[in-house]
């Protein structure tokens, strides 16, 4: 028998898995949050790889991490956030776009030409940015959008693929709810993660609670995470056939509805009911009426006290929030009325509302518009709310086509009822709300780029 050389030891396989079992035990001595991402994160990846190749399944991993942009974040210097799946979704982009073509691409997507515009407007208000860095990061976020929707151009190509991809928006939900409903089960005054702001709702005794914010970075985020999640999932399920796939998709879009009680968000309440609406209507069932009603009941008996007393106080007009947002609607129409035409730019949009523009000192006034589109006009103003307004245009236009091509007499498509169910969703809370988050704003350029990419398919002779 031959002694075991130095060379046969770094051949053997069992010395790079007893590695990294040192390596998992030792990192969850020191930081075990961070280990259980990243062994999960890599059973998942390595999973989805294997199930669908290195783009696709890599494309899925993205979409299953949105909402976790700032658990798996960290710092360099304590400054400046890294976040790892923009990386991916960098590379990724690189891949397709060498599979498929710049040119092919540019030349086939018109709303891929908007969202540049968009990123290009945004940079020029750097120029006139009161606060560089906030101006940075909103740029920032704008073109980590412009790459998602680029990559989802590509890699969408039929129904089977939008399916799987909206299927994967529905399943990223499952951490969030179960962090958040554990967040909302916890004693008031535990110490919550970091990495979201915490913040206060109270009931009519006065009895305090945690608003929770789960994997997002604020409770208003989560809500509106929660709330596209839910009509998304919810349009899936009424459309598909199979049982498990329908009864699967219920059970997360329920989760969700429980969870967005916990962030006391009268928008999230709101927007879920104009999915509900959206859904009833496009699906035309007395079933399905029958079935809200029944849920309706449900959720106002279980609703947490504080988010009954706040929706009482809205309507008999004692609520403090209603009135900040009329607020901040007069404010950001000040802004436009001297800043018609680039608006103040990302940069400048709280020093403007917090010194020359601020008509109040109340604490409930935020330091934006608390709408999505006036909030898109003070940023970049009439010449780039132009270009949003013509984004949801296409997109209106290109589900209209994509409905009267798949639809068929007795049959609603899932792939068009979950987008028009999801936008729906995501605009009606967004008019009270500025809804900039990225992780909810990804779910909606997805969803731009999807239909564009059902409708017009890129023809390229490259494989992904």
Avoid at 92 to 114: F, I, M, P
Avoid at 254 to 259: D, G, I, K, R
Avoid at 283 to 294: C, M, N, Q, Y
Wanted: glycine share 6%; hydrophobic share 55%; aromatic share 10%.
């Amino acid at each position: 028998m031959r002694p075991v050389s130095l060379t046969d030891v770094l051949a053997s396989p069992w010395l790079y898995v007893c590695l990294l079992t040192a390596a998992i035990l030792v990192g969850v001595v020191f930081a075990p949050l961070a280990v259980a991402a990243v062994v999960v994160g890599g059973a998942a990846a390595s999973l989805l790889v294997w199930r669908f190749g290195a783009v696709r399944g890599l494309w899925y991993l993205v979409i299953l991490t949105l909402p976790l942009k700032e658990p798996l974040s960290f710092d360099i210097h304590g400054t400046v956030s890294v976040y790892p799946t923009d990386i991916l979704m960098v590379f990724l982009l690189v891949r397709v776009v060498a599979s498929t073509g710049l040119r092919e691409l540019w030349r086939r997507s018109q709303s891929l030409r908007l969202v540049l515009l968009i990123a290009a407007l945004s940079a020029a208000g750097l120029y006139t940015a009161t606060n560089f860095f906030w101006g940075v990061a909103a740029l920032y976020r704008i073109v980590m959008l412009v790459v998602l929707f680029g990559v989802a151009r590509v890699v969408v190509t039929d129904r089977s693929e939008a399916k799987r991809a909206l299927a994967m928006v529905a399943l990223s939900l499952v951490v969030p709810v179960i962090v958040g409903l554990y967040q909302a089960s916890v004693p008031f005054g535990t110490e919550l993660p970091n990495w979201g702001i915490a913040y206060t709702a109270w009931d009519a005794s006065g009895n305090p609670s945690h608003r929770v914010f789960s994997t997002l970075n604020h409770p208003l985020n989560l809500s509106h995470y929660l709330t596209v999640g839910f009509a998304l999932s919810l349009g899936l399920a009424v459309a598909l056939k199979r049982l498990w796939h329908r009864v699967t998709l219920v059970v997360i879009a329920a989760l969700s509805v429980l969870c967005n009680l916990y962030t006391y968000s009268a928008g999230g309440v709101l927007g879920m009911l104009g999915a509900v609406v959206a859904l009833t209507v496009l699906r035309r069932s007395w079933k399905l009426v029958v079935a809200v009603l029944v849920v309706l009941i449900i959720v106002a008996l279980i609703a947490p006290p504080p988010l009954v007393d706040k929706i009482d106080r809205l309507f008999s007009g004692e609520a403090l929030t209603a009135a900040a947002r009329i607020v901040t609607y007069q404010q950001a129409f000040m802004v436009l009325q001297d800043h018609p035409v680039f608006g103040l730019g990302w940069g400048s949009i709280r020093t403007s509302l917090e010194g020359a523009y601020r008509i109040t000192r109340a604490d409930p006034v935020a330091f934006t518009a608390e709408n999505y589109f006036l909030q898109r006009a003070i940023a970049l103003g009439l010449v780039g709310l132009a270009l949003y307004l013509a984004l949801w245009f296409f997109f209106a236009r290109n589900v209209r086509a994509l409905r009267r091509t798949w639809s068929s007499p007795g049959a609603v498509d899932p792939v068009t009822t979950a987008m028009l169910a999801a936008a729906t969703a995501f605009l009606v809370q967004a008019q009270v709300i500025p809804a900039t988050n990225i992780s909810c704003n990804s779910v909606l350029w997805l969803l731009f780029a999807m239909a564009e990419a059902l409708r017009q398919p890129l023809h390229s002779e490259g494989r992904l």
